[in-house]
């Protein structure tokens, strides 16, 4: 276990006893009534390593990045207040928004040009308590920074005596972000997809079984989580909360594996999606934003995702890439490579999913494969 844990460990330990001196831990603990809560890792000053790597959107394209992290939480919140306040342009209510589904896949659709809906967008991340790393209204793509979601923490007497000026000696152990992209799936009406990517941090052990330092490790996607974004998103764009919360929990339909892995060669291959091409579009448009990708451009007419990808093995070791993932070196020390991502429909049920490189040949290398393989994991899930 690194000093810094220890360190957390040892002060909350001092604070549990100073705390059951007052005749505070016989108290119950509970938990919050809110199911998210989060805390930017941004909003820390300098290098903050206990903080997951971001593998790919935090340091990829620094033209995208809003805030540097040298403002404080409580600075950066107060003048989130103050633009909000001043916006004008703050839609009171949309007629003709609704949640659709496609097996257990929600997004919302809404009778608005995508350009009326990204600053609203952004705005809700921000007041949700997220920093933005990547905010481009070109490509109607918006990615938060990695967050703590304190709705996890229990909320007990203990914590509340002791107050938020040391509310840092809780951890999760856990942290999100999310993605956003907006399609405009025909004239006046624009889709809207929230994903999320999760990290966990485990223990390494010695041969003894002692914990020695910990990693931050990927956990599963949470569709409730995106869920729960979907139903705050639809509110603060006009809709009552009870409206909302109905049309997320919906029931959702089958869930029909759609993808399959086609190897034609030792590194030659491709997918096949039993869906036509808006329904492969859509499904392929998920499993990027859901994997170790960014999307840099799109061009639905050609079926093309224009992609860049780090691969964790090219990163060397993870201390190593914590360091480079903080610094202000150069983004090609993080060997990102881009990669075409192109759909393509095979018959009114059918569609076809390739990986080419940078320059429009077919990609037929081990990694190729690699993004393949990657693709048509979150596509069967």
Not at 355 to 367: I, K, S, Y
Request: with cysteine; glycine share 8%; aromatic share 8%.
């Amino acid at each position: 276990m690194n000093s810094m844990q220890l360190l957390r460990k040892h002060c909350a330990a001092l604070l549990i006893l100073f705390a059951a001196s007052l005749g505070l831990v016989g108290c119950k603990s509970v938990t919050s009534n809110d199911t998210v809560d989060y805390k930017s890792a941004g909003a820390v000053r300098g290098p903050n390593l206990s903080y997951p790597p971001d593998l790919i959107t935090a340091q990829a394209d620094r033209r995208y990045i809003v805030q540097d992290g040298s403002a404080t939480m409580s600075e950066y919140n107060a003048a989130v207040k103050k633009s909000v306040q001043t916006r004008k342009n703050v839609m009171t209510g949309i007629p003709g928004m609704r949640i659709a589904r496609d097996g257990e896949r929600r997004w919302l659709v809404v009778e608005k040009p995508a350009p009326e809906l990204y600053p609203q967008i952004k705005d809700f991340w921000q007041e949700n308590g997220f920093l933005l790393v990547i905010d481009s209204p070109s490509t109607g793509i918006m990615e938060t920074d990695w967050a703590e979601n304190r709705a996890k923490i229990a909320q007990d007497f203990i914590r509340s005596a002791i107050g938020g000026a040391l509310d840092s000696l809780y951890d999760t152990g856990e942290r999100d972000k999310y993605k956003t992209r907006l399609e405009v799936s025909k004239p006046g009406e624009t889709e809207v997809y929230i994903t999320q990517r999760g990290a966990i941090e485990k223990c390494t052990t010695d041969s003894t079984g002692s914990c020695i330092s910990t990693i931050w490790t990927a956990r599963p996607n949470d569709p409730e989580l995106e869920a729960a974004f979907l139903a705050r998103l639809m509110e603060r764009l006009g809709m009552t909360q009870e409206q909302a919360k109905a049309q997320v929990a919906a029931p959702l339909g089958p869930k029909t594996p759609k993808a399959k892995l086609v190897q034609e060669g030792v590194n030659t291959a491709h997918i096949e999606m039993a869906a036509g091409f808006d329904r492969a579009w859509r499904d392929t448009g998920l499993a990027l934003d859901r994997s170790n990708f960014t999307v840099e451009d799109r061009n639905r007419a050609n079926g093309v995702y224009y992609v860049r990808y780090v691969n964790p093995k090219d990163l060397g070791d993870t201390k190593g890439f914590f360091t480079n993932l903080f610094s202000s070196k150069d983004d090609s020390s993080l060997k990102a490579k881009k990669y075409l991502v192109v759909v393509k429909a095979a018959g009114d049920n059918s569609s076809t999913v390739y990986v080419q490189d940078a320059d429009g040949r077919p990609e037929n290398t081990a990694a190729g494969l690699q993004l393949l393989t990657l693709l048509t994991e979150q596509m069967s899930r």
